[in-house]
């Protein structure tokens, strides 16, 4: 059994190659991420696997805007029945992260109440919902 990112990397390659994109996962930092053709058009695809429970997230570096229109951010569920994958514009990921994440320190007076040194956030199927609605997909 691969592991949850092997998986994710799977599952999304064939999502974006079922949709005619010719795609290959590079590195871009410390993160894989696929980059796509297709008829002249590239894009830059990010992702992050769940298995179970929430995604889990990075606050560094991942709030702040791109301000590119060619980058996206894939969520790729394996928690269900069957693997979905929803795409949205990278930067208006990270604008709803970054809100979501300053509402929670905000709620718990500026602070993590378990750990204030983590750097990760979740984010819940509701928060995802939320998201969806506000944001531009593939």
Same mark, same amino acid.
């Given at each position: 059994?691969? =592991? /949850?990112? /092997?998986?994710?990397? +799977?599952?999304?390659? $064939?999502? %974006?190659?079922?949709?005619?994109? !010719?795609?290959?996962?590079?590195?871009?930092?410390?993160? $894989?991420?696929?980059?796509? &053709?297709?008829?002249?058009?590239?894009?830059?695809?990010?992702?992050?696997?769940?298995?179970?429970?929430?995604?889990? %997230? !990075? /606050?560094?570096?991942? &709030?702040?805007?791109?301000?590119? #229109? =060619? &980058?996206?951010?894939?969520?790729? #569920?394996?928690?269900?029945?069957?693997? !979905?994958?929803?795409?949205?514009?990278? #930067?208006?990921?990270?604008?709803?992260? $970054?809100?979501? &994440?300053?509402?929670? %320190?905000?709620? +718990?007076?500026? +602070?993590?109440?378990?750990?204030?040194? !983590? =750097? +990760?956030?979740?984010? /819940?199927?509701?928060?995802?919902?939320?998201? %969806?609605?506000?944001?531009?997909?593939?």
């Amino acid at each position: 059994m691969p =592991d /949850t990112r /092997t998986a994710g990397a +799977h599952v999304l390659r $064939k999502w %974006l190659e079922a949709d005619g994109w !010719s795609a290959s996962e590079t590195t871009e930092g410390r993160r $894989k991420v696929f980059h796509a &053709h297709r008829n002249g058009v590239r894009r830059i695809v990010r992702y992050t696997t769940r298995s179970s429970g929430d995604f889990q %997230l !990075s /606050t560094v570096n991942n &709030h702040a805007p791109l301000n590119r #229109d =060619d &980058h996206f951010w894939a969520f790729v #569920d394996l928690a269900g029945r069957e693997p !979905s994958v929803t795409v949205l514009l990278e #930067d208006d990921a990270r604008a709803f992260f $970054k809100a979501e &994440h300053e509402n929670y %320190l905000a709620s +718990h007076g500026g +602070h993590r109440p378990e750990n204030d040194n !983590s =750097d +990760h956030q979740g984010l /819940t199927d509701a928060q995802m919902s939320r998201m %969806l609605r506000r944001s531009r997909t593939w």
